[in-house]
């Protein structure tokens, strides 16, 4: 006899939604193949592990070694990038820890490509067309109406502006006591008090006070990509020799709801090395760990990672903007807490 205690058996999502999942993945597929992508596949555990500050992957104990599942497949395609593929896209299962709620899930899908030769505006015009096709697809699949996004281009708005719109601050002149006292003064919890870095300090402003007004203006669902973030946010992209100096990614919100992440890549080594250092004395900072990186990659960028540009998307995500739903876990057959 079962426990009452146990997590319902069934299905979270609805059968229906199963089916319009399909069409979407079928739909990604499609859009991909007909520009000359080859969809790939990549490993879900490694030794290796991209560093990132604000990513807690899971660890999985492997004899006397960590091993690690994939917060991305990035590391593993852009080996693949640097051996010759040519421009590829994958749909992958990737892990987060500590990642529960109603807009994240610790295993989830992710949509990554990579496209050799672009830069970040051919990514972005890419991803509009993707994001257009393929929530048509869920759409017509679930007896939807199609999005009133209309045939105008998806908004497009940079890191500053957003902060002016919703803040009014100069973010690149604004001192970090004057973004200290922005987070308090509209009551933002600050954890450990005043000691925050300011790469955190715009990332709590940004949370709490502009992301949800991304995507859509009074009332009416409007995409909107988010790009020319401060260099410290480069993460693995570019960054240009502007004053301020911008990191050439981007973001696309619907709905307040953040879909991707694009990077026109980085391709020099020893920078590489020199970002991974700073991001793992963060995190030793921040929670007293730090991760081994990836050495693989960091060969494979040795070896020469042809110019190009990438972007990750979630897909769950992008189904729940087909179906209109503000929960994750309508969209997932098993969530977290079914599992």
């Known amino acids: ?161 957003a902060f002016k719109r919703e803040l009014g601050l100069s973010v690149f002149a604004a001192t970090d006591d004057e973004l200290l006292a922005a987070a308090q003064s509209r009551g933002i919890p600050i954890p450990g008090g005043q000691a925050m870095v300011r790469d955190e300090l715009l990332n709590l402003l940004l949370g709490f006070c502009i992301e949800a007004g991304l995507g859509q203006r009074c009332g009416q669902e409007r995409p909107e990509f988010l790009c020319d973030y401060p260099a410290s946010q480069a993460a693995l992209a570019v960054t240009t020799e502007t004053a301020p100096a911008v990191a050439r990614r981007f973001e696309l919100y619907i ?41 693989r990659m960091l060969q494979a960028m040795e070896h020469g990672l042809p110019a190009c540009s990438g972007v990750a998307l979630g897909f769950d995500r992008l189904l729940m903007v087909a179906a209109g739903s503000d929960e994750l876990a309508e969209v997932l057959p098993f969530p977290a807490v079914r599992c």
């Open 1 to 161: 006899m079962m426990s009452d205690h146990l997590p319902d058996w069934r299905p979270a999502c609805s059968l229906p939604m199963l089916r319009a999942r399909a069409e979407m993945l079928a739909s990604v597929r499609q859009f991909f193949t007909a520009r000359g992508y080859l969809e790939v596949e990549t490993p879900c555990l490694s030794r290796d592990m991209v560093v990132d500050a604000w990513l807690e992957p899971m660890k999985v104990r492997q004899g006397e070694q960590d091993w690690y599942l994939q917060t991305s497949p990035e590391a593993f395609m852009k080996r693949l990038l640097a051996a010759g593929a040519g421009s590829i896209f994958q749909i992958s299962r990737v892990f987060r820890a500590g990642e529960c709620g109603a807009r994240h899930n610790p295993e989830f899908t992710m949509l990554e490509w990579y496209g050799v030769g672009t830069d970040w505006r051919d990514q972005l015009w890419l991803t509009e067309q993707l994001v257009r096709e393929v929530v048509l697809a869920g759409c017509r699949s679930l007896g939807r109406s199609e999005p009133a996004w209309g045939s105008e281009q998806f908004a497009l708005t940079t890191y500053a502006e």
């Open 255 to 295: 709905r307040g709801l953040e879909l991707c992440n694009g990077y026109q890549e980085l391709t020099d080594p020893a920078e590489l090395r020199r970002r991974d250092q700073r991001q793992n004395d963060t995190r030793a900072c921040a929670a007293g760990s730090v991760l081994p990186g990836a050495k």
